[in-house]
Nanobody, 115 residues
C-alpha cells in the first residue's frame, strides 16, 4: 500500500521547536524528491522545503535559517526540524513524494504556534 504518514505536529510556543516526520511505504523512497508543504484555511498550499534524491535542499525564504529538511533512506522517512517557530508558521503540514508525473500526499499534521 502506497502511503505517507506524517507525525510530530502539535502546539508550541513562539520560539520553540518541533520535528515533523513522514514515514513512507509502498514506494522506492530513495529515488523520490520529497517535500514539506503547508496550508492555512483560505490560502493555497505552499512549498516549505524540498530535498531531492541526491540530497539537494531548497527552502521558502520565510523559513530559511530556521527549518531543516532531511531524509533517511534507510528508514524511508522524511524529517522537518523546525526551530524558532513563529505564529505565522501555524498551518497543516503535508508530506509529498514526487517523481516525474507521479505525486503522493500524506494526510497532514497540524502545527500551531501560539502563546
Amino acid at each position: 500500500q502506497v502511503q505517507l504518514v506524517e507525525s510530530g505536529g502539535g502546539l508550541m510556543q513562539p520560539g520553540g521547536s518541533l520535528r515533523l516526520s513522514c514515514a513512507a511505504s509502498g514506494i522506492a523512497f530513495s529515488i523520490y524528491t520529497m517535500g514539506w508543504y503547508r496550508q492555512v484555511p483560505g490560502k493555497q498550499r505552499e512549498l516549505v522545503a524540498v530535498i531531492t534524491s541526491g540530497g539537494i535542499t531548497n527552502y521558502v525564504d520565510s523559513v530559511k535559517g530556521r527549518f531543516t529538511i532531511s531524509r533517511s533512506n534507510a528508514k524511508n522517512t522524511l524529517y522537518l526540524q523546525m526551530n524558532s517557530l513563529k505564529p505565522e508558521d501555524t498551518a497543516v503540514y503535508y508530506c509529498n513524494a514526487a517523481r516525474e508525473h507521479y505525486t503522493i500526499w500524506g494526510q497532514g499534521t497540524q502545527v500551531t504556534v501560539s502563546s
